[in-house]
């Protein structure tokens, strides 16, 4: 094939839950033994990169890096930067979300906020949801870090960030910035730290709405692997058809093979 470096989803196509992904496995081992470029880009905002790639290595045998993985994280502070309305920040959310966005000069309020950063926040709480909402009201910057609303682990598929980012929206009645796919925020981000064009990368993932959707927002071919969200069953029915569907990423050829 054609492509000259790849954005990789990860949880449904890497591995899914705690279970790798045995062909997903082989894929990564693949690009790098060609020497291929690639990043992993991921809406997972529970993780700092560092803490992804020594999953990565540590659970599942894949040899990876920090600075081969962007985050929906990475791309919310790249985000917040950009905008500068202020330094004020409400998080609702984990540890890998709010040690990057305070270690990007943001500071903790939860009175009157510049922003207020929704995500996954497994121990969620009703006062959590009451001050993301009161600083909304109040004015603040209302950014969702992703859309997901469900997460593919081995016990099934369990509520995701997209829940509680809908849940704060519906109290405010405020549209969020979405900053993770399909949204293009952390698409462009992830295409300028490959160095590559639209044309010469490939988008891979398992869920249609986020991962496929993002990458033909782009502008990117797409290859959607049915080892996660998306069934087969599906394709026939999607609005606008990924570019390749393999049933397993031990199917795909790389340009030199």
Known sequence: MKYRGYLIDLDGT?????????????????????????????????????????????????????????????????????LNLGKKVYIVGEGGLKTAIYAAGFVYEEDEPDYVVVALDTDLTYEKIVKATMGIQKGAHFIGTNPDKNIPTERGLLPGAGSVVDFVAAATQVTPVIIGKPETIIMEKALARLGLTREEVLMVGDNYTTDIMAGINQGLDTLLVTTGFTPRAAVPTLPIAPTYVRESLDEWKLADE
């Open 14 to 82: 890497i591995y899914l839950g705690k279970k790798g992904i045995p062909a997903g496995k082989r894929f990564v081992d693949r690009l790098q033994q060609a020497g291929i470029p690639y990043l992993f880009v991921t809406n997972n905002t529970t993780k700092t990169p560092a803490t992804v790639a020594q999953r990565l290595i540590h659970e599942f045998d894949i040899q990876a890096k920090a600075e081969e993985v962007y985050t929906a994280t990475l791309a919310t502070v790249d985000y917040m930067l950009d």
